[in-house]
C-alpha cells in the first residue's frame, strides 16, 4: 500500500491554551514520521518492507482527541521528568525528601499524571527532517524540584536513523530520566502480535523486579533464564516459562543493564521481523534500556484504521537509567546540578535483514 498520512487538520487544536500541530519529516529513501508537540508523539512512522511495501510501524491514534482520552496514554511519546517507577513515589535528594504523584499504585511512574506526555512542547524549528521541541518545567512540577529547561531534537536521517537527542538543564539539584515510549510492531501497527519478532538485547545482566516491577536493586545474570537475548531469539519462545521475574512483569517489563563500551554511543538491542525482513536497531549513551513486550495491551483500545491493538502486540525499547535510582545508591545516579548539563541520545536505526 502507498503511504497514507494522518491528516494533519486531526490535529490541528488548542490544549492548555497552545497551539497543537502535526509535523511531518521524510528522509531520501522515503521513510517518513510524524511527529506532533502535545507530548512530543511520534504518531507514525513509515518504513518499507523486503519488497518496498510501506507500513506504518507505531501504535496510535488518528486523531488528537484519543490520544487525551485512551487509557493507553504513553504511545509514542516523551517520558519525563523521569522515566519508569520510583517506588512509593518518594526519594531524598541533598538531605531533603520529595514526594511525588502516586499514579501506580503505591509507586510513580513515568512523570506522574501528567507527565511530559501530556504537555504542549514549544516547536523550536522544523525543516524537512528536522524537529526541535522544548519545555519549561517548573519547580515541583509533579513533585520534582527545580526548574527544568528541556530541549528534545528529532532528526531523520537519510541512513535510516530517527535521532533523538535531549538535552536539559536545572537552577537547582533534580533528578531526570528522560526516554522515549513508541510501541513498535515492526509487522505494521495492528497487524497481529510481536512475538515471532527475534530480539536481541546487548545485556549479560538485567535489574530483578518485585510484584509492583521495583527493582528489587539485584543485578541478575541473564544466562540461563528467559531473559537471555544475547544472540536473537524469538519474543514468545520463552514467555510462557515458569519464572517468578517472568510472573512479576506479567511477560517481559524489565531493565536491562547495558554491557559497556568504549564508544560515547554504544549498541543496545536489534530486533528483526522474519517475514518482512525490517530490522530496528538502538543505540544509546544510556546504562539501561527497559524491554517491554506489550503485556498490558488487551485488544479493547482501537488505533489507527479502527484496528485493535492486541495483547503483545508490540514492543518497547526505553533507552534509559535505571528505573528507581534515587532509591538505589549502589546505580548509576539521575541526580543533576544546579548548572550542569542533561545529555541523552537514542538513535532507532531501520534497515532490512
Known amino acids: 500500500m502507498a503511504i497514507k498520512l494522518i491528516s494533519s487538520e486531526a490535529f490541528d487544536t488548542i490544549i492548555d491554551r497552545q497551539e497543537v500541530k502535526l509535523y511531518t519529516l521524510k528522509n531520501k529513501q522515503g521513510i517518513t514520521a510524524q511527529i506532533t508537540n502535545f ?8 518504513l518499507p518492507d523486503k519488497t518496498g511495501h510501506f507500513d506504518d ?47 501506580n499504585g503505591q509507586n510513580h511512574l513515568h512523570g506522574g499524571n ?8 514549544k516547536v523550536d524549528s522544523f525543516t524537512d527532517n528536522t524537529l526541535v521541541l522544548s519545555y519549561f518545567s517548573t519547580h515541583m512540577e509533579e513533585g520534582y524540584p527545580g526548574n527544568l529547561t528541556v530541549r528534545v531534537e528529532y532528526q531523520l536521517t537519510d541512513e535510516n536513523e530517527l535521532r533523538i537527542q535531549y538535552f536539559a538543564q536545572s537552577d537547582q539539584t533534580t533528578i531526570i530520566n528522560l526516554t522515549h515510549h513508541s510501541f513498535f510492531n515492526l509487522k505494521g501497527a495492528g497487524n497481529g502480535n510481536i512475538n515471532n519478532h527475534l530480539m536481541q538485547i546487548n545485556a549479560d545482566y538485567f535489574t530483578s523486579i518485585d510484584d509492583q516491577l521495583i ?76 524491554f517491554y513486550g506489550g503485556n498490558f495491551l488487551d485488544g479493547t483500545v482501537r488505533g489507527k ?47 532490512l535483514s
Open 57 to 103: 510501524v507505531v501504535l496510535g491514534f488518528n486523531h488528537i482527541d484519543a490520544y487525551q482520552t485512551s487509557k493507553e496514554k504513553y504511545f509514542g511519546a516523551l517520558i519525563g521528568r523521569y522515566g519508569n517507577r520510583i517506588s512509593k513515589g518518594r526519594f531524598v535528594l541533598e538531605d531533603s525528601t520529595y514526594f511525588l504523584v502516586k499514579n
Open 39 to 46: 507530548g512530543g508523539r511520534v504518531v507514525s512512522l513509515w
Open 305 to 351: 484504521n479502527d484496528k485493535s491493538y492486541e495483547y503483545r502486540g508490540a514492543f518497547c525499547l526505553e533507552t534509559q537509567h535505571f528505573p528507581d535510582s534515587p532509591n538505589k545508591t549502589h546505580f548509576p545516579t539521575t541526580s543533576l546540578r544546579a548548572g550542569e548539563s542533561y545529555y541523552s541520545i537514542c538513535i532507532y536505526k531501520f534497515g
Open 114 to 121: 501528567k507527565g511530559f506526555e501530556s504537555v504542549v512542547w
Open 215 to 290: 527493582p528489587t536493586g539485584g543485578i541478575q545474570k541473564v544466562v540461563n533464564t528467559p531473559f537471555d537475548f544475547l544472540l536473537p531469539t524469538q519474543i514468545g519462545s520463552r514467555i510462557d516459562v515458569v519464572d517468578e521475574q517472568l510472573n512479576y512483569g506479567q511477560g517481559y517489563d524489565h531493565n536491562y543493564v547495558l554491557n559497556p563500551s568504549d564508544s560515547i554511543v554504544t549498541f543496545a538491542a536489534r530486533v528483526v521481523e522474519p517475514l518482512s525482513k525490517r530490522t530496528l536497531e538502538v543505540y544509546t549513551n544510556e546504562p539501561g534500556i527497559q
